[in-house]
Each structure stands twice: as structure tokens, then as C-alpha cells.
């Protein structure tokens, strides 16, 4: 019973959302055992600084404005279920917090810099401390991209996979 991307819903309806692509708030990755079985204690911190719980306000009040437009609400066959021209700034930070969720798109956690004790790979990828182990993903990023991070992740990995080969030992 599970619906089929090429079949309509069978009702009527859009979604509008946003999502801040330049949050300051940073999470953490604890390793929770010695056992590489067991998972890692993580939190990512979602809105802990002020600025993204001001992003959250300034996006909401956008989209309260949009919904409010004549263009727009006089498609709408019912109210939209949340009025944002009516709700507080806190209750927009609340109603956020208790529904939004991460978009998989986690960034910067393993910096890369050239001392073990400040950073988790070098230049070249290699986590530091441990032959043979590189990391190839959105992880080195320094910063969060402003965008999709597919493409740049795309990038690394073209470059990434340069320095194996240059390294590679091409013995037949």
C-alpha cells in the first residue's frame, strides 16, 4: 500500500518549509566504547545559538507573508494549519523545535589540519594516527556549503581518489 512517486496524492495540497543553510549551532560525536560495535553517543545541537533561532523567526515571518498574499491564500480550500502572522516569536521557535529534523547533510565533523591533537585528518585526508584510513565525505568540509552538499562532496571525492592513486603502490 505504499504510495508510488508517479500517482497524485489524492487530495490537494502543497508544503512550504525552509531550511537555514548556514546554522552556526555545532553537535558532537563521542565514541561511547571501545567496541566498534557499538554506536556513538551524537547529539547535533540543532538551534543552540541565538542566531539560528533568529534565522528560524526571520524564515517564518517570510512564509507567513507568502501565505498571507492574495495570490496564494485565494487557492487555498482550507486554513493553512499553522497562521504564522499570528504566532509569537516563541511559539514559532517551539512549534519548529518539536518538528523539524535533520536533512542528513551533517558537515565539518572531522577537521582536517596538520596537528593530531586539533584536527581528525591532514591534507590528504588521512586521519591522523591510523595507516591506511582516510576520510571522503562532507565530514572535512571547513565550513557548510551554501547549497546542496552533493556536488562539492562529488569534489572531494574526485581529489581524494587523485592522492590514493598518486600513492598507490602500481606494482603489477
Same mark, same amino acid.
Given at each position: 500500500?505504499?504510495?508510488?512517486?508517479?500517482?497524485?496524492? !489524492?487530495?490537494? #495540497?502543497?508544503?512550504? #518549509?525552509?531550511?537555514?543553510?548556514?546554522? %552556526?549551532?555545532? #553537535?558532537?560525536?563521542? =565514541?561511547?566504547? !571501545?567496541?566498534? &560495535?557499538?554506536?556513538?553517543?551524537?547529539? +547535533?545541537?540543532?538551534?543552540?545559538?541565538?542566531?539560528?533561532?533568529?534565522?528560524?523567526?526571520?524564515? *517564518?515571518?517570510?512564509? +507567513?507573508? =507568502?501565505?498571507?498574499?492574495? #495570490?496564494?491564500?485565494?487557492?487555498?480550500?482550507?486554513?493553512?494549519?499553522?497562521?504564522?502572522?499570528?504566532? %509569537?516569536?516563541?511559539?514559532?521557535?517551539?512549534?519548529?523545535?518539536?518538528?523539524?529534523?535533520?536533512?542528513?547533510?551533517?558537515? +565539518? %565533523?572531522?577537521?582536517?589540519?596538520? &596537528?593530531?591533537?586539533?584536527?581528525?585528518?591532514?591534507?590528504?585526508?588521512?586521519?591522523?594516527?591510523?595507516?591506511?584510513?582516510?576520510?571522503?565525505? *562532507?565530514?572535512?568540509?571547513?565550513? =557548510?556549503?551554501?547549497?546542496?552538499?552533493?556536488?562539492? %562532496?562529488?569534489?572531494?571525492?574526485?581529489? *581524494?581518489?587523485?592522492? =590514493?592513486?598518486?600513492? *598507490?603502490?602500481?606494482?603489477?
Amino acid at each position: 500500500n505504499e504510495r508510488k512517486l508517479t500517482q497524485p496524492d !489524492p487530495y490537494s #495540497g502543497f508544503m512550504m #518549509g525552509f531550511n537555514p543553510c548556514r546554522p %552556526t549551532s555545532t #553537535g558532537w560525536v563521542n =565514541i561511547a566504547s !571501545p567496541d566498534p &560495535e557499538v554506536a556513538p553517543r551524537m547529539s +547535533g545541537d540543532y538551534l543552540s545559538t541565538q542566531k539560528d533561532l533568529d534565522d528560524v523567526v526571520a524564515m *517564518a515571518r517570510l512564509l +507567513g507573508r =507568502i501565505q498571507d498574499t492574495k #495570490g496564494l491564500s485565494s487557492l487555498l480550500l482550507e486554513p493553512p494549519q499553522l497562521d504564522l502572522s499570528t504566532m %509569537t516569536d516563541a511559539d514559532i521557535i517551539r512549534d519548529f523545535q518539536q518538528r523539524a529534523t535533520t536533512v542528513y547533510h551533517p558537515c +565539518g %565533523t572531522c577537521r582536517m589540519g596538520p &596537528e593530531p591533537d586539533r584536527a581528525v585528518v591532514d591534507a590528504k585526508l588521512r586521519v591522523h594516527g591510523i595507516e591506511a584510513l582516510r576520510v571522503v565525505d *562532507a565530514s572535512v568540509f571547513p565550513n =557548510i556549503t551554501s547549497a546542496n552538499t552533493n556536488a562539492p %562532496t562529488l569534489m572531494v571525492a574526485h581529489r *581524494a581518489a587523485q592522492m =590514493i592513486l598518486t600513492t *598507490a603502490d602500481r606494482k603489477p
